[in-house]
């Protein structure tokens, strides 16, 4: 076992059960893995986030590959850039398949205009880039979302009951019964949702099956969710026993002990004397 794979696991062990121990009370150690963890997931999205959307995207729009000339005023700019990082800016342009199109000059200067936020003086500039990606995520967002989910849905429902190949029942392929109980919830859930008359009779108990369809609903969304964060549970747990073997120097049991022992001590000399009832 090499070295750095005991100190990979000793680590993994340390802030495992350093967000763990939020169970006990907020402590030093879950506070130390929580930021490790949001620092380096920050760090980590920033640099896939850069190497795969802007440096091939953004600047392999600008300065492509296909449209280099060593002359030209354009890419004379970006050899002074490649001074600065040649793996950023390689030699003779960026080869991602691109041609130029000077169009990503805007979404450049509003992306520039979003860093200027960390300048207190001209900070109003980042209103222009936060609105145009708010703006433009919404618009995409509502797209997709009507595509998805409202015409899906409405595709979903109408099912075409008239086919002589399809079954009655089935509980894993298109079936006239899982048809009728389909197009019976979707109607019975917006029924519920219909507040321009009082839910009485009719509507009312219409809307109270739609209310079984949505329990369902959230429900089922509920336990996958759930049966998901078990899973990922489930995954610490066998990493813990299995870095408290002999090839990891236990390194869950040690930690785990240090843990308890400095944990117990702060609690024992942080506690509170007992009230005097006399003084009260």
Do not use: C
């Not at 002999?246 to 009230?275: E, Q």
């Amino acid at each position: 076992m090499s070295s750095t794979a005991i100190l990979g696991g000793w680590i993994a062990v340390f802030l495992t059960l350093g967000i763990f121990s939020y169970l006990y009370k907020d402590n030093p150690f879950y506070k130390i893995a929580e930021h490790l963890f949001v620092g380096v997931s920050a760090g980590y999205w920033t640099a896939i986030f850069f190497w795969t959307q802007i440096q091939p995207n953004l600047f392999g729009r600008l300065w492509p590959t296909t449209e280099f000339s060593a002359d030209s005023l354009w890419y004379k700019l970006y050899n002074g850039l490649s001074f600065f990082s040649t793996s950023v800016f390689p030699e003779g342009g960026i080869d991602k398949g691109h041609e130029m199109h000077l169009i990503y000059l805007i979404p450049f200067a509003l992306g520039v205009m979003m860093l200027l936020s960390l300048i207190p003086k001209i900070n109003w500039f980042a209103r222009w880039g936060i609105a145009y990606t708010v703006g433009m995520a919404a618009g995409l967002r509502a797209y997709g979302y009507l595509n998805s989910n409202v015409i899906g849905q409405i595709k979903g429902t109408a099912a075409s009951f008239s086919d002589p190949t399809l079954p009655f029942f089935s509980l894993t392929s298109p079936s006239i019964f899982n048809s009728i109980v389909i197009l019976v919830g979707t109607i019975t859930g917006l029924l519920y949702f219909y507040f321009s008359k009082e839910h009485k009779g009719t509507l009312g108990k219409l809307s109270k099956i739609g209310i079984y369809f949505l329990m369902i609903s959230f429900g089922a969304s509920f336990g996958f969710a759930v049966m998901g964060r078990i899973s990922l549970l489930i995954g610490r747990f066998v990493d813990l026993i299995k870095y408290s073997s002999g090839d990891y120097f236990n390194a869950s049991l040690w930690v785990l002990a240090i843990m308890i022992i400095i944990l117990g001590y702060d609690a024992f000399t942080n506690r509170k004397p007992p009230l005097n009832e006399d003084a009260v």
